[in-house]
């Protein structure tokens, strides 16, 4: 019972603050020279995030950050210049909470010279900044199992991550202690969610504890069950969500710093019918 009443509690948050948003905002994305700090930021993913889109990183602002709910967020952008950026631009992953209130994004350096065309990348770099519009959109989910120069950028879009058909992954964190405290992060999740609440169960057992999040992506419990461990997450997108159920993840002898498959993919498909924008 106190499991359905804290999903429950959660799906009232998520409805208020997740809302569908197709519109235009303008607002400024600057780059950030160390990708490391990005790697290294407020979303837990430590190591691992170089390696997410070959180091094209971002640090968000609040209303994207969400908490840690927008961590592993993916957007496209490209910028207008036609001379200086090219058409299809660069995708970049959210890994890291931005605190300056002049700007949305901070971008890796990487992935701010990927907007540009060939040749072009370091003047792209020298401009420092850019004026910017993004756009946001909302998705309906769905879920199959599996074994201080200007410059103006014309669209910035969530857009799924693309991990060539991985499934969702969960590490677990060096600090976990069988049946005493675990800790997890999720890995390669679709970039048109977000998980906003999850549970743990031994696999077989309708006994479920919920996680906490713990900060960015980090999730953990002091209530770790023994034996083989099953996961169920809410998931977020838009208006829609839906409760995913990875049946068997973690072994019953599990260690920590190893990353396990759930057996699950996330497939998310475009919503219509927003409300009008200004």
Known sequence: MAILIYFLFTLSIVTSTNACDRCLHQTKAVPFSNA???SSGACGYGSSAPSFYNGHLAAA???IFKFGSGCGACFQVRCMDGKLCS???????????????????VLSSRAFMAMANKGMELNMLKLGAANVEYKRRSFRMQVRSTSINRLLVYFVGRVPCDYKGKNLAVRVEESSQKLRYLAIKFLYQGGQTEIVAVDVAKVGSTNWSFLRRK?????DT?????????????????????????????????????????????????EEGCGRCD
């Open 215 to 219: 900060s960015g992506a980090v999730w």
């Open 36 to 38: 490391s700090a990005l």
């Open 61 to 63: 602002v609040p209303s």
């Open 87 to 105: 058409k299809g631009g660069t995708q970049v992953i959210v890994t890291d909470l931005n605190k300056n209130t002049e700007t949305d994004l």
């Open 222 to 270: 002091d209530r770790v069950p023994a034996g083989k461990l099953q996961f169920r997450l809410l998931v977020t997108a838009g208006y829609d969500r839906k409760s995913i159920w990875a049946k068997s993840v973690l072994p019953a002898d599990w260690n920590a710093g190893i990353v396990y498959d759930s057996g699950v993919q996330i497939e998310d498909v475009a």
